[in-house]
């Protein structure tokens, strides 16, 4: 800029640093209090700096769990977070790149019916058809099962239109070219589309693994037996109604622990993640 | 950019086979339960499902006319606008500093984006330890401090306060991104020549950088409030439940509370088909916003 406000610039510091302060401090006091005894977190005030119970306390959740409110371990549920995630993840990109390719390089009756169908997939989110879809999965046996949790959910009109803007962008000469040289739908998919299609798949597997470990509503519903609970579902079960006596330093260290693979996905995978989020609302 | 493509491969078999997967879905698990929950929103029956009555639109009459109803609808816009607002305007704050600073910029924007990761359940069990009542450290600062006594569940202000704080947390991240991708977009010459002409930076962001920010800012608002409406359900559930007295029962919360809980279907699936029509607006208002940005 033309002027060389010193001051101004010390001010943004000054705010950054102050919003970044404000966002830290509660997972800075979620670990703190991951790292003290139980009977040390009933007492008033709080600590602010960690104690020397780390390692004990994860030991315990993760294969123990937390004595009373379940009796699952923690590493149960972050394997049934890491299966529903994943699961959901793949299964959205594969569907939707798919059914993206059917409806970008074919004409075909319907076409135009099956993209309205699924474009109208955007307006029924879960929390607006809880019960009949509930209805649905326990009458497919479903419930309780990596299927019910993850089928509902693998639907996707954001990844599909994202694909489908993309494959617009793919000069037709390519496609020319490769039906010139005898290649067929599934092998121009398979040589061409897919590996020009990495830098999306990337980002969308970024956005979407987080949604899918973030899953609240239908975990909550479906599953009811402790093995299958998910990790975020497994903290909100851990704690009494009211300010009953919690074991708060087990329950806040499995809540580090649930935020620990979406956060390290964000930070590693920053520059996919920006650009996956920018996109998706295109 | 082409809506099509100008040439096809042959049509077979293929293409119904690629769209299988994903319409089977949407049938199973989309259409059928959506059409379900209008068919049950028209009849009237108990909760063993025995006596079955069509009645046309009256569980959508009685609803209206529920005051407990309407009080949650209050409920849920006032949560929408005050998560919308705070997030905007927080993520808006930081986006302008972190554009205008020079050194340290891409550290402040990993530090101010990783909370996206975080569940919106966790979200609310990290504030609402924070502000516990009788333990968390907020709850003995603002005794010790100000002698305010802080209690959520007793206080329908209080923990609507602790909501919005949880639900805007996590949603400061989304907000800041899109601006600072909105600010990075607007040419330096233009702002440059404001500053020769000698405005000041207050009046730069005023006149020039707020007005060139509308689409982003009004992208925002929309998506907010979709946010609030229906991915707060976490945050509702994980701390305050709807209380105290359903102060905090928002829509969704309450769609939940009624079927799984209360076992009214037909009213539980009426207020679903209400919020139905609020994500159709809300997506018609999107798109056609979206449309119209095309064109720039």
């Known amino acids: 800029m033309v002027e060389n406000r010193r001051a101004l610039n010390l001010f943004c510091h000054v705010v950054l640093i102050a919003g970044i302060v404000a966002i830290l401090f509660p997972v800075w006091f979620t670990f703190v209090a991951s790292t003290h005894t139980a009977d040390r977190m009933r007492e008033v005030p709080l600590p602010l700096l960690p104690g020397g119970h780390l390692w004990e306390n994860y030991v315990t959740v993760l294969t123990h769990g937390v004595a009373g409110a379940s009796t699952a371990p923690v590493s149960r549920m972050m394997l049934n977070s890491l299966v529903m995630a994943l699961a959901i993840t793949i299964g959205k990109i594969i569907i939707s790149i798919l059914s993206a390719y059917a409806i970008v390089y074919f004409r075909f009756p319907l076409r135009m019916f099956f993209f309205w169908m699924i474009f109208i997939t955007l307006m029924l989110p879960v929390e607006v058809r809880i019960f009949p879809t509930y209805k649905v999965v326990s009458d497919l046996h479903m419930v309780d099962t990596y299927e019910g949790l993850v089928l509902p959910l693998i639907a996707s009109a954001t990844a599909t239109f994202l694909f489908r803007q993309f494959f617009l962008t793919i000069p037709d000469s390519l496609m020319e070219a490769a039906r010139m040289d005898g290649a067929g739908p599934m092998r121009f998919f398979w040589d061409v589309v897919l590996p020009l299609s990495r830098t999306n798949i990337a980002a969308l597997f970024v956005i979407l693994f987080i949604y899918g470990w973030n899953q609240y509503l239908w975990p909550l519903l479906i599953t009811t037996q402790e093995h299958m609970y998910t990790v975020v579902i497994g903290i909100k079960r851990m704690i009494p109604s009211g300010d009953a006596a919690a074991d708060w330093n087990l329950v806040m260290a499995t809540a580090m622990l649930a935020m620990l693979p979406p956060a390290l996905v964000v930070i590693l995978m920053e520059k996919w993640f920006v650009k996956g989020l920018i996109e998706q609302e295109k | ?296």
Request: aromatic residues 16%; glycine residues 6%.
């Open chain 2, 1 to 296: 950019m082409a809506a099509e493509k100008r040439t096809y491969f042959p049509t077979g078999w293929l293409p119904y086979l690629l769209v299988a997967p994903q319409l089977a879905i949407t049938l199973v698990f989309f259409m059928w339960p959506a059409g379900q929950a209008m068919w049950q929103s028209m009849l009237l029956q108990n909760a063993f499902g025995t006596n079955v009555q069509f009645v046309w639109f009256d569980n959508f009459k009685e609803l209206f006319a529920d005051p407990r109803y309407l009080a949650s609808f209050r409920t849920t816009a006032e949560f929408s606008l005050l998560v919308a607002v705070s997030g905007i305007g927080v993520g808006l704050l930081l986006a302008a500093c972190c554009d205008y600073v020079l050194r340290g910029a891409k550290l402040y924007q990993t530090l101010v984006i990783w909370p996206y990761a975080v569940a919106p359940a966790v979200a609310a069990v990290l504030w609402s330890f924070i502000f516990a009542p009788s333990l968390g450290l907020a709850t003995y600062l603002l005794k010790a401090w100000f002698g305010y006594d802080w209690n959520y569940l007793l206080y329908s202000g209080q923990a609507m306060t602790l909501v919005v704080i949880a639900s805007t947390w996590r949603q400061i991240s989304y907000n800041f991104l899109f601006f600072l991708a909105g600010l990075q977009s607007i040419p330096r010459s233009l702002t440059e020549a404001a500053a020769i002409d000698g405005a000041g930076p207050v009046k730069r962001f005023a006149t020039i950088v707020f007005p060139l920010l509308s689409p982003t800012t009004f992208f925002l608002l929309v998506v907010n409030v979709v946010y609030a409406f229906f991915e707060t359900f976490g945050v509702i559930d994980a701390s305050t439940q709807g209380g105290p007295i359903e102060a905090t029962q928002i829509l969704v919360y309450k769609v939940y509370r009624d079927g799984f809980q209360g076992l009214d279907l037909s009213g539980s699936a009426a207020q679903s088909v209400v919020l139905m029509a609020i994500v159709i607006s809300l997506t018609v208002i999107q798109f056609r916003y979206i449309e119209r940005r095309v064109q720039y």
